[in-house]
């Protein structure tokens, strides 16, 4: 079976098992507070322990990082961009799965020396299985997709500025708003690429920047033919040194984006201080 059946076929499967069957009917000591305004649940524990022991099962001896592994030793992102390694995101969405909504998603992603080269994303709910491969294009449920706007009058935008001050957050959108029509972020990054994609959304920003939340998500995005970079509009690079991300379905609306969101020495307008 190619990889990346094995690997959709595997994630299918823990979503099965450890996802679903705890949605809606999580025990009160099963959510925790991992860090102050974020929860974990058992659903990702269980979630990352089965993907990654079959991730290690298929045998390409690529380090493994997941996000509670990560969260509990912080050292697994040493030298994250290095090497061949499998990023998991065993339930993007958590807070939404906590309270007992949508979107959440399962992410996966292969990278070589920083360059995500596969990358898959499940929706659990429906089934939606989003995969790329570098060079290679983007599918949605085994159909080749090439991303397309939303066609709206005034082009969408979905900001995920929830990590800035308050006055910085306000700046941000008062100068997105000179051009887009805003709309809530889903608060899943397994949901905000494909809406990239599938005509939704037309630009997405987002701050912070953790590996496991956005190689997939790029990959399936400038593979379909849409754009994504970091501020300083470099290439996205997991492990490198750029701050946050600016994506677009296509090239023009990422520079319509950055026209207004960047500034020429290559940051956020009024950066503050770089995303953690």
């Not at 929860?39 to 990654?52: I, W, Y």
């Not at 040493?78 to 065993?90: A, F, I, Q, R, S």
């Not at 029509?181 to 959304?201: D, H, M």
């Amino acid at each position: 079976m190619p990889l990346k059946d094995e690997v959709a076929a595997l994630m299918c499967r823990v979503a099965s098992s450890e996802v679903m069957p705890r949605f809606r009917a999580l025990a009160a000591d099963e959510i925790v507070e991992k860090s102050p305004g974020e929860v974990v649940t058992t659903a990702d524990r269980e979630s990352e322990l089965r993907l990654s022991e079959g991730l290690a099962a298929l045998g390409l001896g690529a380090r493994i990082v997941g996000e509670e592994a990560a969260s509990r030793d912080p050292s697994l992102l040493d030298k994250v961009g290095e090497g061949l390694v499998w990023l998991v995101d065993p339930l993007d969405g958590t807070a939404n799965f906590a309270a007992g909504h949508g979107p959440f998603g399962m992410m996966v992603a292969l990278v070589e020396d920083g360059e995500p080269i596969a990358g898959w994303m499940l929706d659990p709910q429906s089934g939606r299985m989003c995969h790329a491969e570098r060079g290679k294009g983007a599918t949605c449920d085994g159909v080749r997709v090439h991303a397309r706007t939303s066609g709206s009058d005034r082009p969408v935008a979905a900001l995920a500025t929830q990590f800035m001050s308050a006055a910085r957050r306000e700046r941000v959108h008062a100068s997105s708003r000179r051009r887009f029509a805003q709309v809530p972020i889903p608060r899943c990054a397994a949901e905000s690429y494909p809406r990239l994609v599938l005509g939704s959304n037309d630009v997405a920003l987002f701050q912070r920047i953790l590996p496991w939340d956005h190689a997939p998500g790029v990959l399936f995005l400038t593979e379909a033919g849409g754009q994504a970079t970091h501020w300083d509009r470099s290439p996205y690079r997991v492990g490198g040194e750029g701050a946050g991300l600016l994506a677009a379905a296509d090239a023009l609306h990422w520079r319509a984006a950055a026209d207004l969101l960047l500034v020429p020495g290559g940051a956020l307008i009024d950066m503050e201080t770089r995303a953690a």
